[in-house]
């Protein structure tokens, strides 16, 4: 709870999150443009689909996560954590528990907000459970790139730019290995809405995330305790 406590201060800035509760809240805008069309159910769910899930979660999560470690790093405090007695684990799951406790509310109450000002409320459970697991995933993939790869915040812009919005669209195997398309895909099952890249079915929608996350997790241990720390 003490690295927890820490990692929360240091990521908690105000220009992150100003920059975050700002672009999550252009959704707001897209839920009353969204009341206005033909089907606003399936407007605003593709909202949260494109603009929320695929966009604003993996883009703050990226922020966050690959900073959490790196400014450690930079105020030469990770030395002074690293020599402590604890559990080398401790350190990446305080990251990513950080992580989703900043992030969730910063992108889940703009969303839910957007859903209900678009009249689409039966959104609303979906999307809080969505922004949880695909917080988590990405927090557990994005600490662990933090702690592998040098100016990992571009190669996770990278990943999200041309992976997640771009082949994972067009391609369904390369969906599957989308963190997205199964927090997508709880949504668009809420609505009844068929997205073709986010076809995963609710059980799975809700497991892959959680062994993502986990995995990322391990990844970023099994580095911690590698580290050579300066």
């Given amino acids: 709870m003490a690295l927890y ?17 700002a672009l999550a809240s252009l959704a707001v805008l897209l839920g009353a443009l969204a009341r ?3 089907d606003p159910l399936r407007a605003t769910t593709e909202i949260a689909l494109g603009y929320g899930l695929g966009i604003v979660v993996p883009l703050a999560t990226a922020w966050l996560a690959t900073s959490s470690v790196g400014d450690l790093v930079e105020d ?5 954590l690293w020599l402590k007695p604890v559990p080398r684990w401790q350190l990446p799951a305080a990251a990513v528990l950080a992580t989703v406790t900043i992030v969730v509310p910063l992108v889940a109450v703009p969303l839910v907000v ?7 409320s039966k959104l609303i459970g ?29 190669w996770c812009l990278l990943y999200i730019l041309v992976w997640e919005n771009g082949l994972a ?16 895909s709880l949504v668009a099952h809420a609505a009844d809405v068929e997205v073709s890249y986010a076809d995963r079915s609710s059980s799975v929608s809700v497991v892959v995330p959680l062994v993502i996350g986990a995995a990322g997790i391990m990844l970023a241990v099994i580095r911690y305790r590698r580290a050579e720390i300066d």
């Avoid at 030469?76 to 002074?80: E, F, G, I, K």
């Fill in 5 to 21: 406590r820490l990692l929360l201060r240091l990521q908690m800035t105000t220009m992150r999150v100003i920059g975050i509760l």
């Fill in 36 to 38: 206005s069309d033909d």
């Fill in 76 to 80: 030469r405090l990770l030395v002074y």
């Fill in 114 to 120: 957007a859903a209900i000002v678009a009249g689409a």
């Fill in 126 to 154: 979906a999307l809080l459970l969505a922004c949880v697991l695909a917080t988590f995933a990405y927090a557990g993939v994005f600490v662990a790139v933090g702690l592998w790869l040098r100016r990992a915040l571009w």
């Fill in 169 to 184: 669209r067009a391609v369904d195997g390369a969906a599957r290995l989308s963190i997205a398309s199964y927090a997508q």
